[in-house]
C-alpha cells in the first residue's frame, strides 16, 4: 500500500445523554499503531471496498448527503464505512432488525446480529484531510449520531476488535483530560457549542490539508473560505 496516498475515510462520534449530561464514546489506540499511537480517539477507519455494495436500511439524509457529494465516494458508501468502523471497534450496532443475504466479507458478522446499517441517523458535521508528512494520510468525514439510535446495550463491548483499548463513555466536559488528537478537540469543541442540539449543522467545517494548500473551508448553502 502507498503510504502516500490519502485515503477516504469515516469516524462517528456517538453522543449519549446530549440534553442533560453528554458523554462521546472513545477508546484508546495501541502504542505500536502507525497512526496516532496511544492517542484516545473516535470509532472509524478507512473505506474498504465492500463498502459500496452495503444495502442500507435507509440512507444517509438531506442535507448530509448533499455535503457528503461531489468527490471522493458516494454518501451511501462513506456512511456505510461510519457503521462498519462503529461496529468493528466497538461491537455496537447501528442497524434496524432486517434480513440480509450475501453481504460481503467484512460485513458478514454484522449481518449476524440480524440488523441492516441504516444511515439515516447520521449527521455529517465535520471533515479533514490529514496534513502531509505524517506516516497515514486520510480524508476523514465525521459523523455525530445520537446513542439512543444503536441497537442493544450500550455498555456492551464484548463484540469489539482488539484495534482500541479501555473503550469508555467519556464526559464532555472530561475530555480534554484525555490525550487526544488536534483535530479531535476541534471536533468535540465544535460539537459542545451546539449542544443539545443533534441537528445536521448550516456548513459543515473542512479543514483541507495538501501538498499545495491548507486552508479552512464550509460545506454548505452559504460557503466561506479563509487561508489558514
Do not use: Y
Not at 462513506?78 to 443475504?101: D, F
Not at 450475501?102 to 440488523?115: I, R, S
Amino acid at each position: 500500500m502507498d503510504k502516500t496516498v490519502i485515503r477516504d475515510a469515516a469516524t462517528v462520534i456517538v453522543l449519549r445523554s446530549a440534553a442533560d449530561s453528554p458523554a462521546v464514546l472513545m477508546g484508546q489506540r495501541g502504542a505500536n499503531a502507525a497512526f496516532m499511537p496511544n492517542k484516545f480517539v473516535f470509532p472509524g477507519g478507512a473505506v474498504d471496498a465492500g463498502d459500496a455494495d452495503v444495502p442500507l436500511f435507509h440512507p444517509v439524509g438531506a442535507p448530509c448527503r448533499e455535503r457528503l457529494a461531489g468527490a471522493g465516494p458516494e454518501p451511501g458508501t462513506i456512511a456505510a464505512a461510519a457503521i462498519r468502523e462503529l461496529w468493528e471497534e466497538t461491537g455496537l450496532v447501528l442497524g434496524k432488525p432486517a434480513r440480509w443475504t450475501d453481504p460481503a466479507p467484512d460485513w458478514m458478522k454484522f449481518a449476524e446480529t440480524g440488523h441492516r446499517p441504516d444511515a439515516a441517523p447520521l449527521r455529517f458535521v465535520f471533515r479533514a484531510i490529514t496534513p502531509p508528512g505524517r506516516p497515514r494520510r486520510f480524508d476523514a468525514r465525521f459523523f455525530l449520531v445520537d446513542a439512543a439510535q444503536i441497537a442493544g446495550d450500550l455498555d456492551d463491548f464484548s463484540l469489539a476488535s482488539d484495534e482500541l483499548r479501555h473503550l469508555q463513555w467519556v464526559p464532555l466536559h472530561e475530555a480534554r483530560r484525555f490525550d487526544l488528537p488536534f483535530i479531535t478537540e476541534i471536533v468535540l469543541a465544535d460539537i459542545a457549542m451546539r449542544l443539545p442540539d443533534l441537528s445536521a449543522p448550516t456548513n459543515v467545517p473542512f479543514f483541507k490539508n495538501d501538498d499545495e494548500d491548507s486552508a479552512i473551508l464550509a460545506l454548505g448553502p452559504d460557503p466561506w473560505a479563509r487561508d489558514s
